[in-house]
């Protein structure tokens, strides 16, 4: 099968028609990534819910420190076994049981990948959470039963547990109580490198902990500072509480401005890169989609870029773009970002805006899915859920089924969706056509117009070549004539030169 040259006549004296432009973000930011809040589990006394009579008895059978809010940064799962964990899956109202199936055997590959085992799964059929345990009284005793007889060591919901439902779970069960958004906080404290990554998730993280913090049972409190994955006591003293927590609170607040204040930091120096592209006049495309649907593959394939591809979740949290040349000759700016999933912790949406305002600035996204999975549409779903939330939502989109070597339903899933494309990313079968495709899609959102430029405008002129891509220029009457191909915002801005 073909695959994609990105190499154009114009880079030919040049070498290779990838260029590196990783952000390599120098900066001496300081970020002081190994926090160390060692006490951060304040002894309040078990507080738990009102109307709740549990049993607080300290524990003494869980061997976890998965979920134990430890004081190392990015250490909410213990890795030096591998824990034995029980999902929960509850479905709500009119929802559909088949669905809350499917969220969990997602569920179990997250906590597959965070380095944990499923043993068991249970689900239940409710109107509405219980405000106190989630699940319903008997569920909740038939779950305690079910994690003694497996001798699990941690129980994860794949819905958000409210502090207060987490505390009172880990008390009835004596063991800890997680949710889904814990487990991929845990998945992307594992694989990020880069300053700004750890950064990032060390900020969701944070803000995932901070109302956490008043958080355990008496007993457990004990527990976990006996078995801290990162080593020592942490929660040994039985200072007066109150005052210890805080302390703590103050210390994360602390940290996550300093966080937000480095993010920040970061973010500005993006901006003056991505001026700087900007006046490079190449189009920006964005390659969007679900975690494993094969985006950095298809990086790969088209810029030989090297990007780290992994049959793994989450493996890509950094940006990164290559330059390329489409067949046409046009040069666009190539960037690969961060997979999303089902219910993505908004913590994650919101410390990853910058990253992600690659998508919102884009000319165009394409959109990676695996058309080899049991449920294209929903993960479609579930990005543009994401898309929205990060302002990208009105960005021209380009449907992309990758996998076509795995499964023959991607050309059944091409034929249902007019104006998208099938490809493999690892054999290059469809890349050629995918990138006739963006070309094409490309010059849909821009017009070619004649402008009269006068000889004195030199300024203007330079804004052209800067704005627009110039196809001829000549010396007519009283100026230079340019025929150039503009976005909508640059057509906008050079209307008064527009020849009639
Ligand atoms: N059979 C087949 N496998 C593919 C194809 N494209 C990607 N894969 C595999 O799918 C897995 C995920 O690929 P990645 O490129 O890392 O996926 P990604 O979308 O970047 O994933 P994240 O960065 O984790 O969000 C890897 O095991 C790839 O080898 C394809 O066209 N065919
Ligand atoms: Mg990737």
Redesign the pocket.
């Known amino acids: 099968m073909s695959r994609a040259r990105p190499t154009g006549p114009e880079d030919r004296s040049e070498g290779p028609a990838t260029y590196d432009l990783d952000l390599d973000l120098d900066l001496d930011l300081d970020l002081d990534l190994d926090l160390d809040l060692d006490a951060q589990e304040g002894e309040d006394g078990a507080d738990l819910g009102d109307d709740l009579e549990f049993d607080a008895a300290p524990v003494d059978s869980h061997r976890g420190a998965f979920g134990d809010y430890g004081g190392e940064t990015g250490a909410l799962i213990e890795r030096t076994f591998r824990e034995r964990i029980i999902i929960v899956g509850v479905t709500l109202g009119g929802g559909d049981p088949e669905l809350t199936d499917s969220d969990l055997d997602e569920l179990a590959q997250l906590v597959d990948t965070a380095g944990a085992d499923v043993v068991g799964r249970i689900v239940q059929r409710r109107s509405a959470p219980d405000p106190a345990t989630y699940l319903g009284k008997g569920k909740a005793a038939e779950l305690k039963e079910l994690s003694e007889a497996l001798d699990c060591d941690t129980v994860v919901f794949d819905d958000d547990l409210s502090p207060a439902q987490q505390r009172n779970l880990e008390s009835l069960l004596g063991r800890t109580a997680l949710d889904r958004t814990a487990v991929i906080l845990d998945i992307f404290a594992q694989n990020a490198s880069s300053v700004e990554g750890k950064a990032q998730v060390e900020l969701a993280q944070l803000r995932y902990l901070q109302p956490r913090l008043r958080g355990k049972g008496k007993g457990l409190s004990q527990q976990a500072g006996g078995m801290s994955a990162g080593g020592g006591a942490r929660v040994g003293s039985r200072g007066p509480g109150e005052t210890q927590l805080e302390t703590d609170r103050r210390r994360i607040t602390r940290r996550i401005h300093k966080l937000e204040a480095d993010l920040r930091a970061i973010s500005l120096h993006r901006d003056t890169q991505y001026k700087a592209r900007s006046r490079s006049r190449a189009a920006q495309v964005a390659i969007v ?1 679900y ?8 990086l790969n394939t088209l810029s030989g870029a090297g990007v ?9 949290l950094d940006a990164t773009t290559r330059r390329l040349q489409l067949p046409g000759g046009e040069a666009v700016l190539l960037t ?1 970002t ?2 999303f999933v089902r219910k993505l912790p908004h913590q994650l949406v919101e410390s990853f805006r910058s990253t992600l305002r690659v998508a919102a600035e884009a000319d165009l996204l394409v959109h ?1 899915v695996d058309g ?1 999975g049991p449920d294209p549409q929903s993960h479609i779903d579930a990005v543009r859920e994401v898309l929205a939330e990060i302002g990208a939502g009105d960005v021209e989109e380009l449907i992309c089924f ?5 499964s023959d339903e991607v050309a059944r899933l091409v034929g249902r969706n007019p104006g998208s494309v099938g ?5 290059g079968a469809g890349v050629e056509e995918l990138l006739l495709t963006v070309g094409d899609r490309l010059r849909a959102a821009t017009r070619v117009v004649d402008l009269l430029i006068p000889f004195e405008r030199g300024d203007v002129l330079a804004e052209v070549h800067r704005e627009g891509e110039v196809l001829a220029e000549s010396v007519g009457e009283g100026g230079m004539v340019l025929t150039a191909r503009l976005d909508e915002a640059a057509s906008a801005k050079l209307a008064g030169w527009v020849m009639a």
């Open positions: 989609g975690t494993n649907a094969g985006k950095s593959t298809l780290l591809v992994e049959d793994r979740l989450f493996a890509t690969d961060v997979g990676v080899s990758n996998k076509a070597d795995r490809i493999s990313a690892v054999t």
